[in-house]
């Protein structure tokens, strides 16, 4: 009996520390801000956030939102496996009147740092007539 309960407690023992070893995914971004300057009303403006996976388990994205429907994402649906790289493209459509904007892109994840935020800012002008 003694020799099963310590058999038993070395292959815990040794599946903990496998375990411990590995990495979870875990994103790795170029950038985490984007100031777009200024932008003319009415004319959509895009920016591509691209990461990589510097974790060991694949990075699977299961949520992209925004704060406004003037901001629309797009993303990486498919896993993401170590050392391969993804992206994250922002579009903001700027209407309403000229003013300055800043919002932010809440992103859902299996990785370790489960919730990671970005954001774009600029300031939105009018448009030049010539």
Known sequence: MKKLLLLFTLILGVSVATNAQTKPAEFKFEKELHDFGKIPLNKAATVEFKFTNVGDQPLILTKVETTCGCTVPE????????????????????????????????????????????????????????
């Open 75 to 130: 993303y990486t649906q498919t896993p993401v496996k170590k050392g391969e790289s993804g992206v994250i493209k922002v579009t903001y459509n700027p209407t309403g009147a000229a003013m300055p904007f800043s919002k932010s892109i809440t992103i859902s994840s299996n990785a370790k740092t489960t919730t990671k935020v970005l954001y774009i800012k600029g300031e939105t002008v009018a448009a030049s007539t010539k």
